[in-house]
Protein backbone atom coordinates (compact mmCIF):
# COMPACT_ATOMS: atom_id res chain seq x y z
CA UNK A 1 0.00 0.00 0.00
CA UNK A 2 1.81 3.50 -1.20
CA UNK A 3 0.73 7.19 -0.11
CA UNK A 4 0.55 9.08 -3.59
CA UNK A 5 -1.18 11.96 -2.52
CA UNK A 6 -1.76 14.24 0.46
CA UNK A 7 -3.06 17.53 1.69
CA UNK A 8 -3.09 19.00 4.96
CA UNK A 9 -6.97 19.45 5.42
CA UNK A 10 -8.81 21.18 8.26
CA UNK A 11 -6.63 19.91 10.74
CA UNK A 12 -6.23 16.47 9.48
CA UNK A 13 -4.72 15.15 6.40
CA UNK A 14 -6.46 13.86 2.62
CA UNK A 15 -4.60 10.83 1.55
CA UNK A 16 -4.75 8.60 -1.62
CA UNK A 17 -3.20 5.53 -1.64
CA UNK A 18 -2.44 2.52 -4.19
CA UNK A 19 -2.48 -1.13 -3.56
CA UNK A 20 -2.20 -4.37 -5.61
CA UNK A 21 -5.61 -5.83 -4.82
CA UNK A 22 -5.73 -9.61 -4.46
CA UNK A 23 -9.74 -9.37 -4.69
CA UNK A 24 -10.00 -7.47 -8.09
CA UNK A 25 -6.47 -8.24 -9.50
CA UNK A 26 -5.87 -4.81 -10.23
CA UNK A 27 -4.04 -1.60 -8.75
CA UNK A 28 -6.45 0.03 -6.81
CA UNK A 29 -6.94 3.82 -5.66
CA UNK A 30 -8.71 5.64 -2.75
CA UNK A 31 -9.23 8.34 -0.77
CA UNK A 32 -8.57 7.92 3.00
CA UNK A 33 -8.98 11.55 4.98
CA UNK A 34 -7.95 10.97 8.55
CA UNK A 35 -9.26 13.47 11.43
CA UNK A 36 -7.13 15.32 13.77
CA UNK A 37 -8.23 12.51 16.43
CA UNK A 38 -6.32 9.89 14.56
CA UNK A 39 -3.24 11.88 13.53
CA UNK A 40 -2.75 12.21 17.73
CA UNK A 41 -3.04 8.87 17.47
CA UNK A 42 -6.75 8.06 18.52
CA UNK A 43 -8.27 4.92 17.42
CA UNK A 44 -11.40 6.37 15.44
CA UNK A 45 -14.39 4.50 13.69
CA UNK A 46 -14.71 4.42 9.79
CA UNK A 47 -17.01 5.63 7.47
CA UNK A 48 -16.78 3.80 4.36
CA UNK A 49 -18.21 6.28 1.17
CA UNK A 50 -19.47 4.27 -2.02
CA UNK A 51 -19.58 6.85 -5.33
CA UNK A 52 -21.46 7.03 -8.31
CA UNK A 53 -21.66 5.73 -11.93
CA UNK A 54 -18.50 7.49 -13.65
CA UNK A 55 -16.41 8.60 -10.32
CA UNK A 56 -12.86 7.70 -9.08
CA UNK A 57 -12.41 8.40 -5.64
CA UNK A 58 -11.47 11.86 -6.49
CA UNK A 59 -15.06 13.30 -7.29
CA UNK A 60 -15.50 12.84 -3.42
CA UNK A 61 -12.50 14.17 -1.96
CA UNK A 62 -12.48 17.07 -3.98
CA UNK A 63 -16.33 18.17 -4.02
CA UNK A 64 -18.43 16.86 -1.00
CA UNK A 65 -16.86 19.04 1.69
CA UNK A 66 -16.69 16.15 3.84
CA UNK A 67 -12.95 16.61 5.41
CA UNK A 68 -14.89 19.29 7.67
CA UNK A 69 -17.33 16.69 9.35
CA UNK A 70 -14.95 13.80 9.67
CA UNK A 71 -12.49 16.27 11.40
CA UNK A 72 -15.35 17.26 13.85
CA UNK A 73 -16.72 13.80 15.12
CA UNK A 74 -13.27 12.07 14.59
CA UNK A 75 -14.22 9.96 11.67
CA UNK A 76 -11.57 8.06 8.90
CA UNK A 77 -13.22 8.42 6.07
CA UNK A 78 -12.60 5.71 3.17
CA UNK A 79 -13.60 6.41 -0.46
CA UNK A 80 -12.83 3.56 -3.10
CA UNK A 81 -13.06 3.73 -6.26
CA UNK A 82 -16.25 2.50 -8.23
CA UNK A 83 -14.88 -0.70 -10.23
CA UNK A 84 -11.23 -2.50 -11.08
CA UNK A 85 -9.64 -0.50 -13.85
CA UNK A 86 -6.87 -0.87 -16.62
CA UNK A 87 -6.08 -1.95 -20.10
CA UNK A 88 -6.68 -5.96 -18.61
CA UNK A 89 -10.23 -5.03 -17.26
CA UNK A 90 -13.47 -5.48 -19.53
CA UNK A 91 -15.05 -2.48 -20.18
CA UNK A 92 -18.21 -1.13 -22.38
CA UNK A 93 -18.17 2.04 -24.06
CA UNK A 94 -21.42 3.20 -22.06
CA UNK A 95 -20.53 5.33 -18.96
CA UNK A 96 -23.17 2.78 -16.83
CA UNK A 97 -21.38 -0.38 -17.90
CA UNK A 98 -17.75 -1.74 -17.14
CA UNK A 99 -15.09 0.26 -15.67
CA UNK A 100 -16.44 3.07 -13.32
CA UNK A 101 -19.45 1.20 -12.95
CA UNK A 102 -18.97 -2.05 -10.68
CA UNK A 103 -22.49 -1.56 -9.15
CA UNK A 104 -20.82 -2.97 -5.83
CA UNK A 105 -21.21 -6.86 -6.65
CA UNK A 106 -19.44 -9.65 -7.72
CA UNK A 107 -19.77 -10.40 -11.72
CA UNK A 108 -20.53 -14.03 -12.14
CA UNK A 109 -20.88 -13.63 -16.07
CA UNK A 110 -18.11 -13.18 -18.73
CA UNK A 111 -16.52 -11.15 -19.15
CA UNK A 112 -16.84 -9.36 -16.34
CA UNK A 113 -16.42 -12.52 -13.80
CA UNK A 114 -12.46 -12.37 -13.28
CA UNK A 115 -12.24 -8.40 -11.94
CA UNK A 116 -15.50 -7.19 -11.16
CA UNK A 117 -15.48 -8.78 -7.58
CA UNK A 118 -17.19 -4.88 -5.57
CA UNK A 119 -18.30 -6.59 -3.18
CA UNK A 120 -15.81 -8.95 -1.70
CA UNK A 121 -13.79 -5.78 -2.16
CA UNK A 122 -15.71 -3.39 -0.09
CA UNK A 123 -16.91 -5.79 2.56
CA UNK A 124 -13.09 -7.75 3.07
CA UNK A 125 -10.38 -6.65 1.53
CA UNK A 126 -10.53 -3.06 1.89
CA UNK A 127 -11.59 -2.87 5.45
CA UNK A 128 -8.62 -5.83 6.58
CA UNK A 129 -6.47 -3.00 4.95
CA UNK A 130 -7.24 0.00 6.43
CA UNK A 131 -7.55 -1.70 9.85
CA UNK A 132 -3.92 -2.97 9.23
CA UNK A 133 -2.77 0.33 8.29
CA UNK A 134 -4.25 2.66 10.50
CA UNK A 135 -5.72 2.93 13.83
CA UNK A 136 -9.08 1.75 13.81
CA UNK A 137 -11.24 0.88 16.49
CA UNK A 138 -13.85 -1.96 14.76
CA UNK A 139 -16.46 0.34 14.41
CA UNK A 140 -17.56 1.33 10.82
CA UNK A 141 -20.43 2.72 8.77
CA UNK A 142 -21.40 2.51 5.10
CA UNK A 143 -22.68 5.25 2.88
CA UNK A 144 -22.92 6.34 -0.70
CA UNK A 145 -24.24 8.19 -3.53
CA UNK A 146 -26.57 7.15 -6.40
CA UNK A 147 -25.14 3.77 -7.40
CA UNK A 148 -23.07 4.12 -4.40
CA UNK A 149 -26.18 4.25 -2.55
CA UNK A 150 -27.52 1.16 -3.73
CA UNK A 151 -23.87 -0.59 -2.89
CA UNK A 152 -24.30 1.09 0.86
CA UNK A 153 -27.81 -0.05 1.30
CA UNK A 154 -27.20 -3.35 -0.02
CA UNK A 155 -23.99 -4.07 1.39
CA UNK A 156 -25.19 -3.11 4.96
CA UNK A 157 -28.62 -5.42 4.34
CA UNK A 158 -26.22 -8.49 3.12
CA UNK A 159 -23.87 -8.55 5.89
CA UNK A 160 -25.59 -7.86 8.90
CA UNK A 161 -23.05 -6.96 12.29
CA UNK A 162 -20.44 -5.63 9.91
CA UNK A 163 -21.36 -1.99 9.50
CA UNK A 164 -22.95 0.06 12.33
CA UNK A 165 -24.69 2.28 10.21
CA UNK A 166 -26.08 2.84 6.85
CA UNK A 167 -27.44 6.39 4.67
CA UNK A 168 -27.35 7.24 1.11
CA UNK A 169 -28.22 9.80 -0.97
CA UNK A 170 -30.01 9.52 -4.44
CA UNK A 171 -29.65 5.71 -3.96
CA UNK A 172 -30.56 2.97 -7.01
CA UNK A 173 -33.12 1.49 -4.57
CA UNK A 174 -34.47 -0.96 -6.77
CA UNK A 175 -32.31 -1.87 -9.66
CA UNK A 176 -34.47 -4.84 -10.48
CA UNK A 177 -37.27 -2.27 -11.72
CA UNK A 178 -35.04 0.41 -13.36
CA UNK A 179 -33.10 0.47 -16.68
CA UNK A 180 -29.22 1.70 -15.06
CA UNK A 181 -29.81 -1.74 -12.51
CA UNK A 182 -31.71 -3.67 -15.08
CA UNK A 183 -28.48 -3.46 -17.63
CA UNK A 184 -26.25 -3.61 -14.95
CA UNK A 185 -27.33 -6.85 -13.45
CA UNK A 186 -28.03 -8.44 -16.77
CA UNK A 187 -24.74 -7.94 -17.59
CA UNK A 188 -22.91 -8.80 -14.25
CA UNK A 189 -25.16 -11.76 -12.59
CA UNK A 190 -26.88 -13.08 -15.77
CA UNK A 191 -30.68 -13.11 -16.31
CA UNK A 192 -31.49 -14.67 -13.02
CA UNK A 193 -33.82 -12.42 -11.36
CA UNK A 194 -33.53 -14.38 -8.09
CA UNK A 195 -29.17 -13.29 -7.91
CA UNK A 196 -30.79 -9.76 -9.24
CA UNK A 197 -32.93 -9.86 -6.10
CA UNK A 198 -30.45 -10.63 -3.72
CA UNK A 199 -28.61 -7.12 -4.73
CA UNK A 200 -31.75 -5.23 -4.69
CA UNK A 201 -32.22 -3.11 -1.29
CA UNK A 202 -35.86 -3.16 -2.07
CA UNK A 203 -35.96 -6.83 -1.97
CA UNK A 204 -33.61 -7.50 0.57
CA UNK A 205 -35.43 -4.87 3.18
CA UNK A 206 -37.92 -7.52 3.22
CA UNK A 207 -35.44 -9.94 4.95
CA UNK A 208 -33.02 -7.64 6.69
CA UNK A 209 -32.15 -9.95 10.25
CA UNK A 210 -31.62 -6.38 12.02
CA UNK A 211 -32.93 -3.04 11.74
CA UNK A 212 -29.91 -0.69 11.43
CA UNK A 213 -31.75 2.63 11.06
CA UNK A 214 -30.78 4.37 7.68
CA UNK A 215 -31.26 8.04 6.58
CA UNK A 216 -31.82 8.95 3.01
CA UNK A 217 -31.45 11.95 1.23
CA UNK A 218 -32.89 12.77 -2.18
CA UNK A 219 -32.86 15.96 -4.25
CA UNK A 220 -36.76 16.15 -5.77
CA UNK A 221 -35.69 18.01 -8.44
CA UNK A 222 -32.95 15.02 -9.91
CA UNK A 223 -33.54 14.19 -13.04
CA UNK A 224 -32.46 10.28 -12.40
CA UNK A 225 -35.75 10.53 -9.58
CA UNK A 226 -38.84 9.23 -11.24
CA UNK A 227 -36.92 6.90 -14.11
CA UNK A 228 -34.09 5.41 -11.71
CA UNK A 229 -34.32 6.07 -7.67
CA UNK A 230 -37.68 5.47 -6.90
CA UNK A 231 -37.37 6.10 -3.35
CA UNK A 232 -41.14 5.32 -2.58
CA UNK A 233 -40.57 1.78 -3.83
CA UNK A 234 -37.74 1.75 -0.71
CA UNK A 235 -40.25 3.83 1.71
CA UNK A 236 -43.10 1.05 1.07
CA UNK A 237 -40.82 -1.71 1.50
CA UNK A 238 -39.07 -0.40 4.84
CA UNK A 239 -43.01 0.27 5.91
CA UNK A 240 -44.27 -3.38 5.27
CA UNK A 241 -40.89 -4.88 7.11
CA UNK A 242 -41.54 -1.95 9.85
CA UNK A 243 -37.68 -1.03 8.97
CA UNK A 244 -36.43 2.22 10.75
CA UNK A 245 -36.16 4.69 7.61
CA UNK A 246 -35.32 8.13 7.27
CA UNK A 247 -36.41 9.58 3.94
CA UNK A 248 -35.66 12.93 3.46
CA UNK A 249 -36.77 14.77 0.00
CA UNK A 250 -34.97 17.59 -0.49
CA UNK A 251 -36.73 20.40 -2.30
CA UNK A 252 -35.29 22.04 -5.52
CA UNK A 253 -31.69 19.68 -5.09
CA UNK A 254 -30.40 17.64 -7.71
CA UNK A 255 -27.76 14.56 -8.31
CA UNK A 256 -24.74 16.84 -7.65
CA UNK A 257 -22.55 17.02 -5.75
CA UNK A 258 -23.80 20.37 -4.45
CA UNK A 259 -26.45 18.60 -2.93
CA UNK A 260 -23.88 15.83 -1.04
CA UNK A 261 -21.95 18.86 0.38
CA UNK A 262 -25.49 20.95 1.62
CA UNK A 263 -26.48 17.64 3.73
CA UNK A 264 -23.48 15.33 4.11
CA UNK A 265 -22.90 16.99 7.91
CA UNK A 266 -26.18 15.44 8.68
CA UNK A 267 -25.28 12.23 7.52
CA UNK A 268 -21.53 12.31 9.42
CA UNK A 269 -23.75 12.98 12.36
CA UNK A 270 -26.17 9.46 11.98
CA UNK A 271 -22.96 7.47 11.49
CA UNK A 272 -21.25 9.15 14.95
CA UNK A 273 -24.46 8.86 16.59
CA UNK A 274 -24.48 4.91 15.78
CA UNK A 275 -19.98 5.15 16.61
CA UNK A 276 -21.30 6.63 20.05
CA UNK A 277 -23.47 3.46 21.48
CA UNK B 1 -26.68 38.17 -18.91
CA UNK B 2 -27.73 34.19 -19.37
CA UNK B 3 -27.85 31.60 -16.72
CA UNK B 4 -26.26 28.73 -18.11
CA UNK B 5 -25.73 26.39 -14.79
CA UNK B 6 -27.64 26.22 -11.17
CA UNK B 7 -27.88 24.11 -8.23
CA UNK B 8 -29.60 24.11 -5.15
CA UNK B 9 -26.64 24.25 -2.47
CA UNK B 10 -26.82 24.84 1.27
CA UNK B 11 -30.53 26.49 0.69
CA UNK B 12 -29.58 28.99 -1.54
CA UNK B 13 -28.73 29.00 -5.55
CA UNK B 14 -25.26 28.41 -7.25
CA UNK B 15 -25.22 29.43 -10.15
CA UNK B 16 -22.74 30.27 -13.34
CA UNK B 17 -23.60 33.04 -15.56
CA UNK B 18 -22.59 34.32 -19.52
CA UNK B 19 -22.46 37.88 -20.13
CA UNK B 20 -20.86 39.49 -23.26
CA UNK B 21 -18.20 41.57 -21.55
CA UNK B 22 -17.93 45.21 -23.13
CA UNK B 23 -14.51 45.76 -21.30
CA UNK B 24 -12.79 42.37 -22.07
CA UNK B 25 -14.68 42.16 -26.13
CA UNK B 26 -15.46 38.48 -25.19
CA UNK B 27 -18.24 36.13 -23.67
CA UNK B 28 -17.18 35.50 -20.13
CA UNK B 29 -18.64 33.04 -17.54
CA UNK B 30 -18.54 33.51 -13.74
CA UNK B 31 -20.38 31.88 -10.85
CA UNK B 32 -22.97 33.29 -8.38
CA UNK B 33 -23.56 32.10 -5.09
CA UNK B 34 -27.24 33.32 -3.92
CA UNK B 35 -27.43 32.50 -0.32
CA UNK B 36 -31.28 31.80 1.40
CA UNK B 37 -31.08 35.43 2.40
CA UNK B 38 -31.00 36.82 -1.39
CA UNK B 39 -33.38 34.46 -2.59
CA UNK B 40 -35.58 35.53 0.25
CA UNK B 41 -35.78 39.02 -1.29
CA UNK B 42 -33.01 40.69 1.17
CA UNK B 43 -30.59 42.79 -0.11
CA UNK B 44 -26.85 41.26 0.89
CA UNK B 45 -23.74 42.62 0.75
CA UNK B 46 -21.24 40.56 -2.36
CA UNK B 47 -17.84 39.10 -2.00
CA UNK B 48 -15.73 38.71 -4.92
CA UNK B 49 -13.30 35.69 -5.00
CA UNK B 50 -10.30 36.05 -7.81
CA UNK B 51 -8.96 32.61 -8.93
CA UNK B 52 -5.45 31.65 -9.55
CA UNK B 53 -3.42 31.12 -12.54
CA UNK B 54 -5.38 28.17 -14.73
CA UNK B 55 -8.57 28.35 -13.30
CA UNK B 56 -11.70 29.26 -14.21
CA UNK B 57 -15.14 29.80 -11.88
CA UNK B 58 -15.55 26.09 -11.76
CA UNK B 59 -12.70 25.59 -9.23
CA UNK B 60 -13.76 27.93 -6.13
CA UNK B 61 -17.36 26.80 -6.60
CA UNK B 62 -16.64 23.26 -7.21
CA UNK B 63 -13.70 22.94 -4.51
CA UNK B 64 -13.75 25.70 -2.33
CA UNK B 65 -16.63 24.80 0.53
CA UNK B 66 -17.52 28.89 0.27
CA UNK B 67 -21.39 28.05 0.08
CA UNK B 68 -22.34 26.87 3.53
CA UNK B 69 -20.51 29.96 4.59
CA UNK B 70 -22.00 32.68 2.20
CA UNK B 71 -25.19 30.67 3.39
CA UNK B 72 -24.70 31.76 6.82
CA UNK B 73 -23.58 34.90 6.85
CA UNK B 74 -26.21 36.00 3.97
CA UNK B 75 -22.95 37.02 1.05
CA UNK B 76 -23.70 36.72 -2.56
CA UNK B 77 -20.03 35.11 -3.57
CA UNK B 78 -19.50 36.15 -6.99
CA UNK B 79 -16.36 34.13 -9.12
CA UNK B 80 -15.17 35.41 -12.68
CA UNK B 81 -12.55 33.77 -14.63
CA UNK B 82 -9.21 34.54 -14.76
CA UNK B 83 -8.99 36.21 -17.85
CA UNK B 84 -10.63 36.88 -21.66
CA UNK B 85 -10.57 33.45 -23.36
CA UNK B 86 -11.32 32.50 -27.06
CA UNK B 87 -9.16 32.18 -30.34
CA UNK B 88 -9.54 35.69 -30.92
CA UNK B 89 -7.72 36.18 -28.02
CA UNK B 90 -3.87 36.14 -27.80
CA UNK B 91 -2.40 33.39 -26.17
CA UNK B 92 0.85 31.59 -24.71
CA UNK B 93 1.62 27.82 -24.32
CA UNK B 94 2.61 28.15 -20.92
CA UNK B 95 0.23 27.92 -17.84
CA UNK B 96 1.08 31.08 -16.45
CA UNK B 97 0.95 33.77 -19.37
CA UNK B 98 -2.14 34.73 -21.35
CA UNK B 99 -5.30 33.00 -21.13
CA UNK B 100 -6.26 31.71 -17.27
CA UNK B 101 -3.45 34.39 -16.56
CA UNK B 102 -4.75 37.65 -16.56
CA UNK B 103 -3.29 39.00 -13.46
CA UNK B 104 -5.95 41.66 -12.81
CA UNK B 105 -4.54 44.27 -14.36
CA UNK B 106 -5.14 45.95 -18.11
CA UNK B 107 -2.60 45.26 -20.16
CA UNK B 108 -0.79 48.41 -22.13
CA UNK B 109 1.25 45.87 -24.19
CA UNK B 110 0.83 43.77 -27.58
CA UNK B 111 -0.43 41.51 -28.31
CA UNK B 112 -2.26 41.56 -24.78
CA UNK B 113 -3.58 44.91 -24.88
CA UNK B 114 -6.98 44.87 -26.61
CA UNK B 115 -8.72 42.07 -24.28
CA UNK B 116 -6.39 41.60 -21.13
CA UNK B 117 -8.30 44.54 -19.02
CA UNK B 118 -8.99 42.52 -15.92
CA UNK B 119 -8.75 45.38 -13.48
CA UNK B 120 -11.31 47.46 -15.34
CA UNK B 121 -13.32 44.63 -15.48
CA UNK B 122 -12.96 42.98 -11.99
CA UNK B 123 -13.50 46.70 -10.21
CA UNK B 124 -16.03 48.54 -12.79
CA UNK B 125 -17.61 45.95 -15.33
CA UNK B 126 -18.24 43.04 -12.53
CA UNK B 127 -20.15 44.65 -9.74
CA UNK B 128 -22.12 46.69 -12.08
CA UNK B 129 -23.42 43.80 -13.25
CA UNK B 130 -23.66 42.22 -10.28
CA UNK B 131 -25.92 45.54 -8.66
CA UNK B 132 -28.17 45.09 -11.62
CA UNK B 133 -29.05 41.82 -11.65
CA UNK B 134 -28.78 40.76 -8.02
CA UNK B 135 -30.19 42.36 -4.80
CA UNK B 136 -27.18 44.02 -3.34
CA UNK B 137 -26.73 46.85 -1.07
CA UNK B 138 -23.65 48.69 -1.89
CA UNK B 139 -21.20 46.64 0.28
CA UNK B 140 -18.03 45.12 -1.23
CA UNK B 141 -15.41 42.88 -0.20
CA UNK B 142 -12.34 40.96 -2.48
CA UNK B 143 -10.54 37.86 -2.03
CA UNK B 144 -8.49 35.08 -3.60
CA UNK B 145 -6.38 33.04 -4.14
CA UNK B 146 -2.61 32.89 -5.40
CA UNK B 147 -2.71 34.96 -8.77
CA UNK B 148 -6.34 36.21 -7.06
CA UNK B 149 -4.46 36.68 -3.89
CA UNK B 150 -2.35 39.50 -5.40
CA UNK B 151 -5.56 40.62 -7.19
CA UNK B 152 -7.37 40.77 -4.14
CA UNK B 153 -5.17 43.03 -2.90
CA UNK B 154 -3.75 45.31 -5.73
CA UNK B 155 -7.55 45.96 -6.46
CA UNK B 156 -8.80 46.93 -2.63
CA UNK B 157 -4.77 48.97 -2.48
CA UNK B 158 -5.75 50.89 -5.89
CA UNK B 159 -9.13 51.47 -5.36
CA UNK B 160 -9.67 52.96 -1.84
CA UNK B 161 -13.44 53.02 -0.51
CA UNK B 162 -14.64 50.47 -2.96
CA UNK B 163 -14.22 47.25 -1.61
CA UNK B 164 -14.83 47.19 2.67
CA UNK B 165 -12.97 44.28 3.41
CA UNK B 166 -9.94 42.56 1.23
CA UNK B 167 -8.29 38.87 2.04
CA UNK B 168 -6.27 36.47 0.57
CA UNK B 169 -4.92 32.84 0.61
CA UNK B 170 -1.18 32.61 -0.46
CA UNK B 171 -1.16 35.98 -2.10
CA UNK B 172 1.67 36.70 -4.66
CA UNK B 173 2.73 39.95 -2.39
CA UNK B 174 5.72 41.32 -4.67
CA UNK B 175 5.60 39.79 -8.56
CA UNK B 176 7.68 42.76 -9.12
CA UNK B 177 10.27 40.41 -6.85
CA UNK B 178 9.26 37.11 -8.04
CA UNK B 179 9.48 34.79 -11.50
CA UNK B 180 5.20 34.77 -12.23
CA UNK B 181 5.14 38.56 -11.79
CA UNK B 182 8.13 39.43 -13.35
CA UNK B 183 7.38 37.17 -16.32
CA UNK B 184 3.79 38.73 -17.02
CA UNK B 185 4.29 42.52 -15.75
CA UNK B 186 6.77 42.22 -18.51
CA UNK B 187 4.31 40.97 -21.06
CA UNK B 188 1.72 42.75 -20.31
CA UNK B 189 2.73 45.88 -18.80
CA UNK B 190 6.29 45.79 -20.93
CA UNK B 191 9.81 46.86 -18.87
CA UNK B 192 8.84 49.91 -17.13
CA UNK B 193 9.37 49.17 -13.40
CA UNK B 194 7.51 51.83 -12.48
CA UNK B 195 4.37 50.85 -14.27
CA UNK B 196 5.37 47.27 -12.47
CA UNK B 197 4.88 48.88 -8.68
CA UNK B 198 1.43 50.35 -9.44
CA UNK B 199 0.29 46.32 -9.04
CA UNK B 200 2.62 44.90 -6.86
CA UNK B 201 0.92 44.99 -2.98
CA UNK B 202 4.54 45.66 -1.40
CA UNK B 203 5.36 48.55 -3.55
CA UNK B 204 0.76 49.86 -2.99
CA UNK B 205 0.63 49.48 0.73
CA UNK B 206 3.36 52.03 1.29
CA UNK B 207 1.06 54.78 -0.02
CA UNK B 208 -2.60 52.96 1.35
CA UNK B 209 -4.84 55.96 1.60
CA UNK B 210 -6.94 53.58 4.46
CA UNK B 211 -5.92 50.99 6.72
CA UNK B 212 -7.99 48.30 5.53
CA UNK B 213 -7.33 45.69 7.42
CA UNK B 214 -5.86 42.68 5.67
CA UNK B 215 -6.26 38.99 6.62
CA UNK B 216 -4.06 36.46 4.75
CA UNK B 217 -3.45 32.51 5.42
CA UNK B 218 -0.53 31.35 4.24
CA UNK B 219 0.63 27.11 4.04
CA UNK B 220 4.06 26.82 5.13
CA UNK B 221 4.06 23.65 3.29
CA UNK B 222 3.34 25.63 -0.32
CA UNK B 223 6.07 24.35 -2.59
CA UNK B 224 5.84 27.78 -4.12
CA UNK B 225 6.10 29.89 -0.96
CA UNK B 226 10.20 30.58 -1.00
CA UNK B 227 10.07 31.35 -4.46
CA UNK B 228 6.63 33.06 -5.29
CA UNK B 229 4.69 34.02 -2.70
CA UNK B 230 6.70 35.75 0.23
CA UNK B 231 4.59 36.55 2.23
CA UNK B 232 7.71 38.17 4.54
CA UNK B 233 7.82 40.71 2.23
CA UNK B 234 4.45 41.81 2.96
CA UNK B 235 4.61 41.57 6.43
CA UNK B 236 7.46 44.01 6.56
CA UNK B 237 5.82 46.46 4.15
CA UNK B 238 2.94 46.13 6.56
CA UNK B 239 5.21 46.47 9.36
CA UNK B 240 6.67 49.83 7.48
CA UNK B 241 3.40 51.25 7.03
CA UNK B 242 1.73 50.73 10.19
CA UNK B 243 -0.96 49.06 7.95
CA UNK B 244 -3.12 46.19 9.93
CA UNK B 245 -1.93 42.55 8.84
CA UNK B 246 -3.25 39.28 10.11
CA UNK B 247 -1.11 36.89 8.33
CA UNK B 248 -1.54 32.96 9.48
CA UNK B 249 0.89 30.71 8.37
CA UNK B 250 -0.45 27.72 8.47
CA UNK B 251 1.45 24.35 9.55
CA UNK B 252 1.35 21.83 6.86
CA UNK B 253 -0.95 23.34 4.25
CA UNK B 254 0.34 23.77 1.02
CA UNK B 255 -1.04 25.66 -2.35
CA UNK B 256 -4.38 23.78 -2.98
CA UNK B 257 -8.62 24.02 -2.15
CA UNK B 258 -7.68 21.97 0.84
CA UNK B 259 -6.25 24.15 2.33
CA UNK B 260 -8.47 26.93 1.14
CA UNK B 261 -11.43 24.97 2.25
CA UNK B 262 -10.06 25.04 5.50
CA UNK B 263 -10.19 28.12 6.23
CA UNK B 264 -12.64 29.81 3.62
CA UNK B 265 -14.88 29.97 6.62
CA UNK B 266 -12.37 32.37 8.64
CA UNK B 267 -12.65 34.50 5.28
CA UNK B 268 -16.16 34.59 5.50
CA UNK B 269 -16.14 35.53 9.03
CA UNK B 270 -13.76 38.36 8.60
CA UNK B 271 -15.49 39.92 5.41
CA UNK B 272 -18.73 39.39 7.57
CA UNK B 273 -17.59 41.52 10.29
CA UNK B 274 -16.47 44.37 8.09
CA UNK B 275 -20.13 44.36 6.18
CA UNK B 276 -22.11 44.02 9.72
CA UNK B 277 -19.88 48.28 10.71
Request: glycine share 8%; with cysteine; charged share 15%.
Amino acid sequence: MKRIEQYASFGGRQEVWEHASKTLGVDMTLGVYLPPAALNGKACPVLYWLSGLTCTEQNVITKAGAQQYAAQHGIIFVCPDTSPRGEDVADDKAYDLGQGAGFYLNATQAPWAPHFRMEDYVVEELPSLIDQHFNTRGQQGISGHSMGGHGALTLALRHPGVYQSVSAFSPIVAPSQVPWGQKAFSAYLGDNREAWAEHDAVELIAHASEPLPILVDQGDADHFLEEQLKPELLEAACQRANHPLTLRMQPGYDHSYYFIASFIGDHFAHHAKAFAH
